[in-house]
Nanobody, 121 residues
Framework: QVQVVESGGDLVQPGGSLRLSCAAS????????MGWYREAPGRQRELVAS???????NYADFVQERFTISRDSAKDTLYLQMNSLKPEDTAVYYC???????????????WGQGTQVTVSS
């Protein structure tokens, strides 16, 4: 079993900052990719940022250098530092990990339950 738990979502004013965390645990042998996605009401879930095992980072165009993804490998924890938040950043933010487990050495996707980020004055 693999667990993915996000935290850090909150209500913040435009221009503010938040730091999201994603803790992965369970029977993980290796993590290939960890990433943040978001889903706003009426819109499809979209990639925000991802970080591969080899250190490759990808950001969505809308991030515009406002967000920073990072990882504490010792803790299997992923972070998303979000600065200069805008109302259009309002969404549920999800963490996805791609891992090999003790029961299967094929890469599998696991999602967290999401954390709400609301940017409003």
């Amino acid at each position: 079993q693999v667990q993915v738990v996000e935290s850090g979502g909150d209500l913040v004013q435009p221009g503010g900052s938040l730091r999201l965390s994603c803790a992965a645990s369970g029977s993980i042998v290796s993590i290939s990719v960890m990433g943040w996605y978001r889903e706003a009401p009426g819109r499809q879930r979209e990639l925000v940022a991802s970080l591969s095992k080899g250190g490759e980072i990808n950001y969505a165009d809308f991030v515009q250098e406002r967000f920073t993804i990072s990882r504490d490998s010792a803790k299997d924890t992923l972070y998303l530092q979000m600065n200069s938040l805008k109302p259009e950043d309002t969404a549920v933010y999800y963490c996805k990990i791609v891992v090999k487990t003790r029961s299967s050495l094929l890469n599998q996707d696991y999602w967290g339950q999401g954390t709400q980020v609301t940017v409003s004055s």
